[in-house]
């Protein structure tokens, strides 16, 4: 069993930075692939970003590439999303996740995190 707890969201202007924390309970931190997703109001749940249990392999979707980068400190059970130049577009809620396997849809992730709320005014 692996609980997910997100922190480091919040309200920020156009262009701004946030670095979002999940921390995940549990020895086996270390065996999963952890992930990013978002959801903005009445839409669905999407993939953002993802990282390998190493840490040596990430990939993102293109909206976000070259601002927004993951990370993880296996020995802190913790992963990372730092996000730069954050735009309008980039408010939802983030959710971190945990899974065994790569590029598969969010109902394959095995844990969740129960969210943190990101807003980028204009």
């Known amino acids: 069993q692996v609980q997910l707890v997100e922190s480091g969201g919040g309200l920020v202007q156009s262009g701004g930075s946030l670095r979002l924390s999940c921390i995940a309970s549990?020895?086996?931190?270390?065996?999963?692939?952890m992930a990013w997703f978002r959801q903005a109001p009445g839409t669905e749940r999407v993939f953002v970003a993802e990282i390998s249990e190493s840490g040596r392999n990430t990939r993102g979707v293109d909206s976000v590439k070259g601002r927004f980068t993951i990370s993880r400190d296996n020995a802190q059970n913790t992963v990372y999303l730092q996000m730069n130049s954050l735009k309008p577009e980039d408010t939802a809620v983030y959710y971190c996740?945990?899974?065994?396997?790569?590029?598969?849809?969010?109902?394959?992730?095995?844990?969740w995190g129960q969210g943190t709320q990101v807003t980028v005014s204009s």
């Open positions: 549990g020895r086996t931190f270390y065996n999963y692939i």
């Open positions: 996740a945990a899974g065994r396997a790569t590029r598969i849809p969010a109902n394959g992730y095995d844990y």
